[in-house]
Nanobody
Framework: QVQLVESGGGLVQAGGSLRLSCAAS????????MGWFRQAPGKERDFVAA????????YYANSVKGRFTISRDNVKKTVYLQMNSLKPEDTAVYYC?????????????????????WGQGTQVTVSS
């Protein structure tokens, strides 16, 4: 069983920055992958970024490439999402997720149903 807790959300003006944190507890293994998703009111939960826990390989949604950076600290068991040049369309609840990679393939996944554990979410609001 894995527990994930997000923090770092808040209100920021367009062009500003925020860093989200996802603290993991329980049994986290090096073959796991970690991801960030976001969901705006009335919309589906969309993929933002993912990272391999073992080697740090990353994958980003096109909408955040060049602005967001995902990283991890293996000692602290924490995943981060550094968000720069924020836009109003980035406003959403941001969720951290973990993929056990029990199915075929070791690639980084971008669909919510492919992840096994989820945090409670943290609100990010970007004003114009």
């Amino acid at each position: 069983q894995v527990q994930l807790v997000e923090s770092g959300g808040g209100l920021v003006q367009a062009g500003g920055s925020l860093r989200l944190s996802c603290a993991a507890s329980g049994r986290i293994f090096n073959n796991y992958a970690m991801g960030w998703f976001r969901q705006a009111p009335g919309k589906e939960r969309d993929f933002v970024a993912a990272i391999s826990w073992s080697d740090g390989t990353t994958y980003y949604a096109n909408s955040v490439k060049g602005r967001f950076t995902i990283s991890r600290d293996n000692v602290k068991k924490t995943v981060y999402l550094q968000m720069n040049s924020l836009k109003p369309e980035d406003t959403a609840v941001y969720y951290c997720a973990a993929d056990r990679r029990t199915s075929s393939g070791s690639y980084l996944k971008s669909h919510s149903y492919e992840y096994d554990y989820w945090g409670q979410g943290t609100q990010v609001t970007v004003s114009s």
